[in-house]
């Protein structure tokens, strides 16, 4: 590893090392969000995409309980408890993630019918902003990848409007440009206002995206 005139650092192709790997080692070793993480003490870089989203449509201040869904390693967690430091806060990964000061953290899949329970017994009550970060490991094949996705966003959506309490806000990473049609008429028909977002902090070249739905309109049991 070397420094360059121009301040960017160059990594050499150790023998084991893959250019794939030395590729993501010199994005991350000259990446300014990387380095402002380090500096500030957030555990990902991740943690700006919800400080930029929040910044444009202000969904963090005052929330009261949060679902973070895939957690690890605690970037995001971390902004909401400096943005509202009393909040019950709740996630879960299927990784092991070190201690959060305030954060509830359950090594569990997502996936497994026992999780919402779970989640909402550890929260205490219902939610007032969910926000899912989860992406499936990919296996190289476009379509699978995209469809293991898709579902993750789908089942957190159906988690969020079963626990929301009205007026709660959801957060998606959502992936190729957005939610699918059927899943933004189902955010729609449940919230006031549904965005699609790519904060500055997403890599240009990924096919990340966010949807922010803002304004849950309640479920039919809380209105009768
Ligand atoms: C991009 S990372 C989250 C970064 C995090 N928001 C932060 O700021 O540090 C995505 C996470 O989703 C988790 N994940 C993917 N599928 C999951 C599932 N079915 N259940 C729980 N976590 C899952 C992965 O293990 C991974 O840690």
Do not use: C
């Not at 121009?6 to 991350?28: F, H, I, N």
């Not at 993630?97 to 997502?110: E, Q, R, W, Y």
């Not at 329970?117 to 926000?131: H, T």
């Amino acid at each position: 590893m070397r420094g360059t005139g121009s301040g960017r650092t160059r990594v050499k192709t150790a023998r084991k090392r893959t250019a794939q790997s030395t590729r993501w080692l010199e994005r991350q070793l000259n990446d300014p969000y990387v380095k402002r993480a380090k500096a500030e003490g957030y555990r990902s870089r991740a943690a700006y995409k919800l400080l930029e989203l929040d910044e444009k449509f202000a969904f963090l201040k005052g929330v009261k309980r949060v679902v973070d869904l895939g957690l690890a390693p605690g970037g995001w967690a971390q902004v909401v408890r400096k943005a509202a430091p009393k909040a019950a806060v709740v996630g879960i990964d299927l990784l092991p993630v070190d201690p959060i000061d305030g954060v509830t953290i359950l090594l569990m899949d997502f996936m497994d019918d026992a999780a919402p329970d779970r989640l909402i017994e550890e929260l205490g009550g219902a939610p007032d902003l969910v926000m899912s970060d989860m992406a499936a490991n990919t296996v190289g094949h476009p379509q699978t990848d995209a469809l293991r996705t898709m579902a993750l966003v789908e089942t957190a959506l159906a988690f969020a409007i079963d626990v929301l309490q009205p007026g709660g806000t959801f957060v998606s990473k959502v992936f190729a440009g957005g939610a699918d049609s059927a899943l933004v008429a189902e955010m729609k028909r449940n919230f006031a206002t549904v965005k699609h977002a790519k904060p500055p902090a997403s890599r240009k070249g990924s096919v990340e995206w966010f949807v922010v739905a803002q304004g849950f309109k309640g479920r039919s049991s809380d209105q009768a």
